[in-house]
């Protein structure tokens, strides 16, 4: 049962445009939202998070938006670059008690193109 | 300030031998999570440890994994016996205590079984 989709696999920008990523999710238990980025050969490094009780969050380039109602979250990336191609996971906390845990989706490989 | 450390970065064994990775936590990280990646997918959480204690494990293979954070600090990953299945990269992760919707991730271990 996947609680968090991406449901793209992959998406392809030009420099310079918006890049917007998308994610489902299902459980209503979730506080905490949070998008990772992936290079080949490295780990996923933390970009950017909101909390369940805001619909907006922004960081420079960054901003992701969260629709409870829709159970919908996305990540826009304004300008694109071409150093943002990589893969981008979209995972959320469950916060049972003592036990906070990430659930994680499939990831959504972007690439820009100069 | 030094990220999390893991080692070996690559290692290949075959079916029924056994593996060992390690992890040493950013420093002051209480909690630190081992996970696994298989291609194509997300992570997925095996166990978390909140100092030398394990907080969750209900998705570890008990009957051939094992971790352990004696000291409170590094840990160690066991596979024994390793099947086909387990090739996979492997990630360790720390956070500070309570944050864990803010994971720093090492550059994981790439396990191929043979």
């Known amino acids: 049962d996947q609680q968090v989709k991406q449901n793209s696999p992959s998406l392809s920008v030009q420099e310079g445009r918006i890049s917007i990523l998308n994610c489902d999710y299902t459980?209503?238990?979730?506080?905490?939202f949070l998008w990772y980025k992936k290079y080949p050969a490295e780990g996923p490094t933390f970009l950017i998070s909101?909390?369940?009780i805001k619909d907006k969050n922004e960081d420079g380039r960054f901003t992701v938006f969260l629709n409870k109602s829709a159970k919908h979250l996305s990540l826009h990336i304004v300008p694109s670059q071409p150093g943002d191609s990589a893969v981008y996971f979209c995972?959320?906390?469950?916060?049972?008690?003592?036990?906070?845990?990430?659930?994680w989706g499939l990831g959504t490989s972007l690439a820009v193109n100069p | 300030e030094a990220g999390v450390a893991q080692s070996p970065r690559y290692k290949i064994i075959e079916k029924r031998q056994s593996v060992a990775f390690w992890c040493n936590p950013i420093?002051?990280?209480?909690?630190l999570y081992w996970y696994q990646q298989i291609l194509g997918q997300g992570p997925k959480l095996l166990i978390q440890?909140?100092?030398?204690?394990?907080?969750?494990d209900s998705q570890l293979p008990k009957d051939r994994f094992s971790a352990e954070r004696l000291k409170g600090v590094d840990s160690t990953l066991k596979i024994q016996p390793a099947k086909l299945e387990d090739s996979a990269v492997y990630l360790c992760?720390?956070?500070?205590?309570?944050?864990?919707?803010?994971?720093?991730f090492g550059p994981g271990t790439r396990l191929t079984v043979t």
């Open positions: 992760a720390s956070s500070l205590s309570g944050r864990t919707h803010e994971q720093y």
């Open positions: 420093s002051g990280h209480a909690t």
């Open positions: 440890f909140q100092n030398n204690g394990v907080v969750d």
């Open positions: 459980n209503s238990m979730f506080d905490y």
């Open positions: 909101i909390s369940s």
């Open positions: 995972a959320a906390r469950i916060n049972a008690g003592n036990n906070r845990k990430l659930i």
